[in-house]
């Protein structure tokens, strides 16, 4: 190797006379001594590269030249092929040079042949062509030059030239390395339409990782390519990739196809398939194809294991279809599959969930055979919650302390439960008890250090810190408590702080961790650092997943911007993500909100065309979205597809039907489905009650909205927040109407719903004393009861301290701020408007001025407009023009009711200036003054003698198609013809 090298060296460097720059010199041997050396072929070779020359037959003389190159086994041997063409005075061309490249290149030698490009090809100003460039393609690769290599076969592709199938192979396999598996798929088809192509097992490879990553169409457009190079089925390795990948993009429909394709060409489709498949269907929510699969499992006699079981169980309980759940239960045991910690936590998780919460106890307290469950913090975390959900929050705290003592380590979804027993501003007390139980059950670092600390968020760092050091797994579930605890406090910055120095210790944060952060910027109101937040993410190693595309959905949604959700849907579909069922509920349940049917219909039609199975509360939601806006046809149908997919609807899609049908004035649609829900067997609940006691109190009609919720105790179902917030916030309405006189609308019906909800428990008797609607005292006994039975959220102090000021007790309604304030729950812009309205209402304008400016919330809409109408309606028109000004410095404007009062105000106290910039910032709005306060204005205008703007304001009612013959002072027109401004 040694001696190729030299003389390969010295052919290069050292030769001048000829255009292929090798030597000029007679290095060969004589015919004799060749003829030794070589074989006779090589010999014979040699002799009509002579003959060939000498006929003046040069293109065919290199074309010998170029495949007894090809030929040698050596470099020297090349190396003396081509300074023997050289003495002959036969120039080698592109193409030998290609051949001598190419075999420098396999003997181990690219710089070699590099040199050789770079001095005889370039230096010698011949031009690369197809021959030089492929074998420039395969040097630079072994060089590890890929992004020169890549640059060539470009050339080539552009030149077109036809690539070789070494060349494109290798360029292909290198981006297949680097996971660039379009741009590989890219060239793949570029070579093909060259009339080239790769390797097989170059194709392979390309299809596996094409398969591997989603990019399943780019797969499906190899298949004919590899059936094509193998000639016969596709090998059941590819089949299984391409199985795979349609499985991992959640296109189970596309799986099974290509499942029965295998069969049908003779492969034997394994357990572990079967297996994937139905697990796909249950992440669909398609159970009837997933029950399917079981029975054709079981008719091939395959082995039915826990995995089967456990994921059929799960796909029932997700929908809310518990009987079925438990009939696969019941199997489980019946063929003697082992059950396993996940069996048990799915089970209890199903009893938590219909609220049997003593027989999920009994089932985690009882299990047999399985070690693990009594440490299983999944399941601790759903009977801790179901106790809470159920009123027992003393058997939660002490379910919880029975964990802790177990020396069961709570995770950051049992403090997500923890933060909403206990009571609030406590969060990092509570995230430091997690802390010290890591500590305690993980990681074995001494306390009485961080005991010496005295501030609660210093311990909480130095601790979390201290387990980072110790072990990265624990400290990341220990970071997702913190990043929790201060997200619920809206404190971003310090959450965002604490998970950078994590990941300086080397810790890697939770999925969990990321997405409250990204939650809480939504809450924070500052969407718009999401991407750089997000980028910041991905620098730390996190990818978003499917939970944090579903959580800006539902932040968006909650904002009413259903356009920016919708967006995000298209975004998870260009990255190869396939929306979950609920990101396309949130959105349809926003547009029907919004009263936008059809879209809301469209989007519902998408998710089918998706491939996504909708489960229950998608049908819901689009059931409640025709509701909504009195498409009750469709409403049916739905309600129909909800029967055949479902076997029955659950009580939340009877609620909506009820109450939707209630609520379009329809009450003997209602009843008839109220009467299929008994039927079904379920009962009312506190949700349908509070839906028609909202309805009937829109209505006015109070008396009937009180005897409903007398119904609520009366049937032993238990009031929550939302029934007592909507029953005081009625009550409030209620004696406002009795102020105001209004008369109340009686809805034709109603006792005949009344009667089918007594038929659900007969013993009902509703008091009389539920008809004393209107009386402050009554008032007080709601309040007085609301206090007594549950403890109160912000919503529900708020509609507490409403019924203090509806009932005239200012005072006490401040003693109930301040003993709000006390417990930690800060008020709200709610919380103060309800104040100052009082104020108002009260003659007591400065008090409600100073409410307004001592907030220690930031002004919304409706606190300027109670504050506006405030001071119109006590004639200080100074003082509500500049909260105006106020008002849109902060990008706020009233409604056009606040509007025409401060015009009102305005012109009653002759400030015809402000009144006309209020006149044009309504216009500016798209709102037209009413044609009297119009008028007037103008009328003023035309006696202050200002002519011109009486006729810019006439020009804006012209405008708004309002005319000033409906005027009855015809002293008006007699001033403008006058002034010849008409």
């Not at 074995?444 to 210093?458: A, Q």
Request: charged fraction near 25%; hydrophobic fraction near 40%; glycine fraction near 6%.
């Amino acid at each position: 190797m040694l001696k190729a090298k030299a003389l390969w060296y010295r052919l290069v460097k050292y030769r001048k006379a000829t255009t292929c720059a090798l030597p000029s010199e007679p290095s060969l041997p004589t015919s004799a001594a060749v003829s030794a050396a070589w074989s006779d072929h090589q010999s014979r070779c040699l002799s009509l590269i002579v003959k060939l020359g000498q006929r003046g037959l040069t293109d065919s003389a290199r074309e010998v030249i170029r495949r007894v190159i090809d030929g040698c086994s050596s470099i020297s041997e090349a190396a003396l092929v081509a300074d023997f063409a050289v003495n002959n005075g036969i120039d080698l061309d592109s193409c030998c040079y290609g051949a001598l490249i190419r075999k420098l290149t396999e003997m181990g030698q690219p710089g070699l042949a590099e040199t050789l490009y770079n001095q005889s090809v370039i230096g010698n100003g011949i031009v690369p062509d197809s021959w030089v460039l492929n074998s420039m393609v395969l040097c630079l690769v072994k060089l590890r030059r890929f992004d020169e290599a890549k640059a060539h076969l470009d050339r080539i592709l552009a030149s077109g030239y036809v690539p070789s199938k070494n060349a494109s192979s290798l360029v292909v396999d290198e981006l297949c390395n680097q996971d660039q598996f379009l741009e590989a798929y890219l060239y793949f088809e570029q070579v093909k339409a060259r009339g080239s192509g790769l390797w097989l097992w170059c194709c392979k490879r390309l299809f596996k990782g094409l398969c591997g990553h989603g990019h399943l169409d780019e797969a499906i457009g190899m298949l004919d390519t590899l059936c094509e190079m193998t000639r016969m089925p596709l090998p059941i390795n590819l089949y299984k990739s391409l199985f795979y990948g349609f499985c991992r993009r959640g296109c189970a429909a596309e799986a099974e196809a290509l499942f029965d394709h295998m069969e049908a060409d003779g492969y034997f489709v394994d357990k572990v398939m079967y297996t994937c498949l139905m697990k796909e269907y249950c992440k669909d929510n398609n159970m009837t194809m997933a029950m399917r699969l079981y029975l054709r499992m079981a008719e091939k006699c395959c082995e039915l294991d826990t995995y089967i079981f456990n994921t059929l169980i799960h796909g029932f309980m997700k929908l809310g279809i518990l009987d079925k759940a438990r009939v696969m239960f019941s199997q489980m045991i019946k063929k003697g599959v082992p059950l396993n910690v996940f069996t048990y936590h799915i089970m209890i998780g199903s009893y938590c969930k219909e609220g049997n919460v003593d027989y999920a106890l009994r089932l985690f307290e009882n299990s047999t055979g399985v070690e693990d469950i009594s440490h299983n913090v999944h399941c601790y975390t759903n009977l801790i919650s179901a106790f809470y959900k159920k009123g027992g929050l003393d058997k939660a705290v002490d379910l919880l302390m029975r964990m802790l003592d177990k020396g069961v380590v709570p995770d950051h979804i049992t403090y997500f439960v923890l933060l909403k027993m206990l009571p609030k501003c406590h969060e990092l007390k509570y995230a430091l008890v997690i802390l010290q139980a890591l500590v305690d059950n993980g990681c074995g670092i001494d306390p009485s250090v961080i005991d010496d600390l005295g501030n609660i968020e210093v311990k909480v760092e130095s601790l979390l810190e201290e387990i980072a050091r110790k072990d990265a797994k624990l400290a990341a579930k220990g970071l997702a408590v913190v990043t929790t605890a201060l997200c619920s406090q809206r404190n971003f910055t310090a959450a965002l702080s604490r998970m950078e120095k994590m990941v300086n210790l080397g810790c890697t944060p939770l999925p969990f961790s990321y997405n409250s952060v990204i939650k809480c910027l939504f809450q924070e109101g500052v969407i718009e650092d999401l991407g750089s937040l997000v980028n910041l993410f991905q620098e730390w190693g996190f990818v978003p997943d499917p939970d944090t595309y579903l959580i800006m959905v539902n932040e968006l949604c909650k904002n009413n911007d259903s356009d920016a959700a919708l967006a995000v849907i298209d975004v998870m579909e260009e990255l190869g993500l396939r929306p979950r069922v609920a990101i396309y509920s949130s959105i349809i349940s926003s547009l029907g909100k919004q009263k936008r049917v059809v879209e809301a219909e469209e989007t519902f039609a998408k998710m089918l065309d998706s491939g996504i199975h909708p489960d229950e509360i998608a049908y819901m939601v689009m059931i409640n979205a025709y509701a909504r806006n009195a498409r009750i046809h469709e409403a049916n149908e739905l309600v129909e597809e909800v029967v055949k997919h479902f076997v029955r609807p659950s009580s939340f899609t009877y609620t909506v039907l009820i109450s939707g049908f209630v609520k379009k004035g329809m009450i003997e649609k209602g009843c008839q489905y109220l009467d299929k829900m008994l039927e079904d067997g379920l009962s009312p609940n506190v949700v349908l009650y509070t839906s028609l006691i909202g309805h009937f109190l829109k209505k006015g009609d109070f008396k009937f909205s009180f005897t409903l919720f007398g119904l609520i105790g009366e049937n032993e179902i238990k009031h929550d927040h939302i029934a007592y917030i909507t029953l005081l916030s009625g009550l409030w309405r209620a004696m406002a109407r009795k102020k105001k006189r209004q008369v109340v609308f009686v809805e034709p019906g109603k006792e005949k719903l009344l009667r089918r909800l007594l038929h659900a428990n007969p013993l009902v008797s509703v008091s009389s004393s539920m008809c004393n609607y209107g009386s402050k005292s009554f008032a007080m006994e709601v309040i007085r009861k609301v206090k007594k039975h549950i403890i109160p959220n912000l919503y529900l102090h708020n509609a507490i301290i409403a019924g203090y000021c509806a009932a005239g007790r200012l005072d006490e309604a401040y003693n109930h701020l301040e003993s709000m304030q006390k417990k930690g729950i800060v008020p709200n812009q709610v919380t103060s408007t309800i104040l100052m309205k009082s104020h108002i209402e009260a003659g007591e304008i400065e008090s409600a001025i100073d409410l307004f400016e001592e907030s220690n919330c930031e002004p919304d809409q409706v606190m300027y407009s109670t504050l506006l109408k405030g001071l119109c309606e006590s004639e200080r028109p100074v003082d509500a023009f500049a909260l105006v000004l106020e008002m849109q410095k902060n990008e706020f404007h009233p409604n056009k009711y606040c509007y025409e009062k401060l015009l009102r105000c305005l012109c009653y106290s002759r400030l015809t200036m402000e009144a006309v910039k209020v006149v044009k910032d309504m216009a500016a709005l798209g709102f037209w003054p009413r044609s009297v306060s119009h008028t007037w204005l103008i009328y003023i205008l035309c006696e202050e003698k200002r002519l011109r703007e009486a006729r810019a304001l006439f020009a804006i009612m012209v405008q708004s198609g309002r005319s000033l013959f409906n005027c009855t002072n015809p002293g008006l027109f007699k001033m403008l013809y006058q002034n010849q401004q008409l």
